[in-house]
């Protein structure tokens, strides 16, 4: 088939173009003499581009018809084999003007990883003249350092990932495609992980389309909590994500080269991003595609220990995947049949859909029958009339240290986001003074994706019983107030906002007195440092205070300074 540009051809240059599929090239050829006489003739008899593709057999599996500047290639499929793998096509055309490859002839190269582009020379007589070709070059892929490279970061400028090679005419081409492209790609598969090349861990390019820096910052600390190795990042500030590809062609083409580069096996976005772009992304890539809410529900996934936990991220990961589930091949789009299943049946991605729905209400009926026993706990707590403490504040604040400092625990402390996940509780019994529960909760976050919240809402419910919440906020945070204002929004979400706060400045220690105590003041809260258990006793007093029953919740002068 003929592809491109084929409006106004006479019926004698279709017939010439569709011959082009009877001629064949040598395996040690890049293109015979004969075939580029043919596609420059062509090309100079209809003032276009004509270009071939050919496989590594050097049979013609396109034929395509550009304008006077360019062609545009057709679908060529997914990635052969994997990311450690070329394309196993090249494309070979004309220019006009015996001009040099162009930027959208390296775009082609770079997105679709061909072998390689080949530009010919259209002579006056509608000879071939020189020839130019580029490849990719396994040895300009590799960084120097695969550490992070941000786009604010001054960094050298890295060797250009193509090798170009210019002969005066096909004749004094001096390249055997068949050694030299299985050289290079074996290269490539030993450097990159392909196929029988060395494996790595999972390595990931970061990209940042958010434009506030502080909001990327973030993301880059949940990817490493993910336990995910950080191989490089790429920022774009979009006013709109690009509806096709998520970010635009110029930036994909350098997206794809630097993930080559830095042997990336995974694209991180710091936003959330729909079904179809994310494919798009994905097939002309070669990376998979994680958006925000998927990496934060895989960091959820790692973190559950109780059942309560592990029932409720399954929950949130089938509903965040239903409307996901695509026919990702052409077997998808079988019917069901056999003996019991003539008719119509259901498609193979309808029958996964019904499974994940039935999955969907067993595990809402399991949460609700835990949220019905933890309700009854709570009555329980009621009627004993326990005071309850809930700890509650943005992600990695300090909460975990905190309830360990309060309680002499042993809760599993680290600097990730999200290390509590499951919440804790501490009842703490005094003989004289009485007791009181305090709870750990799972750390809250900016824009916490709705199914999260959906899920957890069970585990979350525990705040409405609370008597009092601590609201832990790092104080030698630069975005206090952000993160303030953000879990602020979410209490507001589960309608818990009404219930009596006390602001605990954790981390207190890395401020000067002055600022410590002008943050007490604004907040009309506390200044602790967990860490070093300073400031305990001062909050143990501040709480009990704002309690208001008279109640000693524990001796203070016994544990703390």
Known sequence: ?????????????????ERTFRRKVGKSEVVSPELARHLTGLSREMGRQVGVLLSREGVVKSVVVGDAHQLMLPDVGRLRGGPGRFRGLRLVHTHLRGEPLSADDLNDLALLRLDLVAAIEVMEDGGAGSIELAHLDPAGLVADDVGEVGAESPAAEPVEPFRRI??????????????????????????HGGPGGKKEEERAL???LEPDDEHFAEMLELVRSS?????????QRRRKLHPKTVVGRGKLQELVLEGMRRRATVAIFDVDLKPAPARAFEDATGLKVIDRTQLILDIFAQRAKSRDGKLQVELAQLKYSLPRLTEKDAGLSRLTGGIGGRGPGETVMEIGRRRIRDRIRALEKQVEQLSRQRDLRRQRRRRAEIPVLSIIGYTNAGKSTLLNAMTNSKVEVQDKLFMTLDPTSRRLRFPREGEVIITDTVGFIADLPPDLIAAFRATLEELADADLLLHVVDAADPQLEAKVAAVDKLLRELSVKEIPQLMVLNKADLLNPAAAEALERRYRGVAVSAT????????VAVAEQRLGDGRKLMRPEAVYR
């Open 1 to 17: 088939m003929i592809e491109g540009n084929t409006h106004g051809l006479q019926t004698s240059q279709r017939k010439a173009l």
């Open 166 to 191: 210019l002969a005066r005419d096909i004749h004094a081409l001096d390249f055997d495609f068949e050694l030299s492209i299985g050289a290079l790609e074996a290269e490539y598969t030993r450097l």
């Open 206 to 208: 970061v990209v940042g």
């Open 227 to 235: 336990g995910v190795v950080i191989a490089g990042t790429l920022r």
């Open 532 to 539: 070093q258990r300073q400031g305990l006793r001062k909050l």
